[in-house]
């Protein structure tokens, strides 16, 4: 009831200013738009912003001008800072770090081949695949120190919170006869820190062998996947969306299919987000929809589709409930998406007339600021944004795209590009 009275309050103010400003209600619309600020990126044709913290610094990536190797990116204040490696040709932040203090965590290449063979996890995200070892890392006060595995050659960061607790997955010693050959062996979740070195493994799902850490909130709680090694990108690595809290391992449950069941964002309150397969996905195929699962019901539900599309996921949640993601299939190219109340929105349709199509949003902040990536149908690039709400928020912004009966923009994108996009969360399965 207050979100409806709210809501014809904000309406009914946009009406008396129409009659009050006359022709100045042009500008008065403009204020109530998000502001889109595209971030520079290093001169490739693929740049995404991944992550924003509460201060609005902006993580992500940038492909370098060879556009066969990447490399993580600061945007503060949308002045670009670039990530190095350690020694290999890339290094990114590729989820939501959910920090606020400053301390960014990702991945990175050394310029040691693995000597295995193995792609290990980065192989999804990066431009080329080069078989060389890669490790989390952590970037903090300018300084970029590689994290410790579990015996292993390979590692991964995604996460962490304000207790500079990261979390991530690392490999063990273990050869693992359910690992996809080049894949051979185990990786388990794990917490580093708070001290300097620390590492603590988190069981897997009873019954599974591997597991994944995603993301992790200021109370300790961390969400992933459970499952076995597979090809340690999703798929039957993620059997089970899990929840680990107070040293014990919960099951968030599914849709009703035993893959890619994948957890992405915990806010403060324990609602997660993230994605899983539904029915009528063949063995291991790529068929998500996207999930809430609040904390005070604990039912995985589905988040709605966009008009016109088939599938959706959600990338990250922040302490007021609102959601951001992808919502692509059925023909409409792929749209950034904001969810809140029950409803899903196209954030294009919040933007101003003639902006850049946003193609995904990544991760929002608590002051509902958004980033991810937007397409240049011109020039063929995919850009960093930045999405800043009005002054009247979501709710303001909304009201004005109802009065004037904005509709989704047609995103002309082509089919290689969509597959480039979903590659980062699919590992490059068949996309159904």
Known sequence: MKNLIARFLIVAAM??????????????????????????????????GISINNTGLVAGYSYLPDNGSMHGMLWQNT????????????????????????????VAETDMADPY?????????????????????????????????LGG?????????????????????????????PQRFQFQAVIWGPNQDQIQELPPYPGDSAGAATAINDNGQVVGISGICDQAVGRFSAIHAVVWEKGKVTSLGNFGWLAWNTPT?????????????VPGATLGGFRPNAFIRAKKDEVMQHIPLLAGNTRNLAYSINDHGQVVGQSYGGGISSRAFLWQNGVSVDLNTLTPPGSL???????????????????????GELVPFLAIPPVGGFEAALSVSKLEGRESPKINLPEKILKQLLRRVSGGAELE
């Not at 902040?365 to 991810?372: A, Q, S």
């Open 153 to 181: 050659n390979n590692g991964f960061a995604s996460g962490a919170n304000n207790r500079n607790q990261i979390v991530g997955w690392a490999e063990n010693t273990t050869v693992d006869a359910l690992c996809t050959p």
């Open 265 to 277: 964002s915990i806010n403060q309150q324990g609602d997660i987000v993230g994605f899983a397969d």
């Open 357 to 379: 199509p946003l193609v995904f949003a990544n991760d929002i902040n608590d002051r509902g600021e958004i980033t991810g990536q937007a397409y240049d149908a011109t020039t």
């Open 15 to 48: 009406l008396l200013a129409s009659i009050a400003y006359g022709d100045n209600f042009d500008a008065l619309q403009q204020n109530q738009y998000y502001s889109v600020i595209y971030l520079t990126p290093l001169g490739g044709l693929t740049s995404a």
């Open 117 to 149: 063979g193995e792609n290990w996890s980065c192989s999804a995200f990066f431009p080329t695949i080069t078989n060389n070892q890669c490790l989390g890392f952590i970037l903090k006060n300018g300084v970029m120190n590689p994290l410790p595995t």
């Open 79 to 106: 002045v670009p800072f670039e990530i190095g490696t350690f020694g290999g040709l890339n290094s990114a932040v590729l989820w939501p770090v959910k920090n606020n203090k400053g301390l960014i965590v990702g």
